[in-house]
């Protein structure tokens, strides 16, 4: 055990800029700048982000919520703006249509918000938008799904899709191994198989069960949804006739992927989920099935994005940092829900 967590450790140096918990400690301890017309530099004085300061417009763009994880997304932005009562926050009505969410953003533009906060339905898609508000003089928080172009953002905030595999790996060698299991068959349910994203997930799962000599043996792609989880698992279980350990990459199209678990009445192996869902919160903490822990993903990172845009409008930085100004970019860690903490993650959890 002691040598996964050595080679876990070396594996994720470099790879989170802050934590979550980090960023949310570190913006509550600073006092706005001075009101003096000479100041153009932020000043960190110690204590009171979260005092009302200066006025902030706070425009919003991300998809449709027809996920339960983008859901959460807009529900956790909305929720944290409501917190500040210098903040104007100015939502448009979230799309799949890259077209539509870009008209959308230029519409934020032309109010002249004083900072975006935007997911883009397609990162690729949305930079150029990205850089007309930086240009316009508008900053932009990019969140999770990155722009092509560093011009587009003043700072990226999102999850760590390496770690969230590698977090995943790291548990299922660790129970294995714990098992005494030999030449385990290891089955993998990912996302949309042609998005880095995903390829990014699969890399740390692989990566992580190298270290105890282990590989993925059955791989399927399903795409985020109830339904395609449902059918590829199904394939994936008429596939092979015994499985050690299943790691899915999605909590809400883990919904699918359990019920074609329980259609098979199969319960040999043990599941690893991806994301957080509360529903899959929930069946770890009743120990009842094969599903015994998750990978966050958190979407609180939308929350944070309110909070970093909020900074950055009022001209403030972390004062846990030693820099004046908020950071160009902030990695979230993943993290490992088990029956063991579950009930201090089941409070971030959302609905599938």
């Known amino acids: 055990m002691d040598r996964f967590a050595l080679d876990r450790r070396r594996l994720f140096v470099g790879s989170g800029l802050l934590g979550a918990g980090a960023l949310l400690a570190a913006c509550t301890s600073n006092e706005p700048a001075e009101a003096d017309s000479k100041t153009t530099a932020p ?38 703006a ?17 077209n539509q969410q870009i008209s959308q953003v230029e519409t934020l533009i032309s109010r002249k918000v004083d900072v975006l906060v935007i997911l883009p339905f397609d990162g690729n898609a949305l930079t150029e938008v990205g850089i007309k508000a930086m240009e316009a003089g508008i900053q ?23 770690g969230m ?14 098992k005494g299991v030999k030449n385990p068959v290891i089955a ?42 449902q059918q590829v698992t199904s394939n994936l279980l008429q596939a092979a ?10 909590d809400d199209q883990g919904l699918g992927v359990l019920a074609a678990i329980e259609q098979a009445k199969r319960d040999e192996f043990i599941m690893v989920g991806g994301a957080g869902s509360k529903n899959m919160m929930d069946l770890i ?21 309110v909070k970093l ?33 579950v009930d201090a993650y089941l409070p971030l959890g959302f609905e599938s």
Do not use: C
């Open 82 to 98: 409501k917190k500040y009562r210098d903040v104007d926050f100015q939502a448009v009505e979230g799309s799949n249509d890259v």
């Open 285 to 305: 903490k009743a120990d009842s099935g094969v599903m015994k822990a998750t990978v966050t993903y958190p979407p609180s990172m939308a929350a944070s994005a």
């Open 309 to 341: 845009a909020r900074l950055v409008g009022q001209g403030k930085g972390l004062s846990d940092l030693v820099e004046l100004g908020v950071p160009a970019s902030i990695t979230l860690t993943s993290e490992t829900v088990t029956q063991q903490n």
């Open 140 to 162: 932009v928080i990019n969140l999770d799904r990155v722009f092509s172009s560093p011009r587009g953002a003043r700072t990226w905030i999102g999850g760590d899709n390496y």
């Open 43 to 80: 000043v960190n004085s110690g204590s009171g982000n979260d005092e009302p300061g200066k006025d902030v417009v706070i425009g919003f763009s991300a998809p449709a919520a027809d996920h339960g994880w983008i859901g959460a997304i807009t529900t956790k932005a909305e929720e944290e």
């Open 241 to 250: 006739p015994k499985i050690d350990a299943l790691w899915n990459h999605d």
């Open 165 to 178: 595999g590698a977090a995943a790996g790291y548990y299922v060698a660790q129970q294995l191994t714990a």
């Open 188 to 229: 993998e349910v990912q996302g949309i198989a042609d998005l880095p994203l995903t390829q990014d997930r699969s890399k740390g799962f692989e990566e992580a069960l190298r270290t105890a000599g282990f590989k993925v043996s059955n791989q399927v792609s399903a795409q985020f949804t109830v339904e395609s989880g």
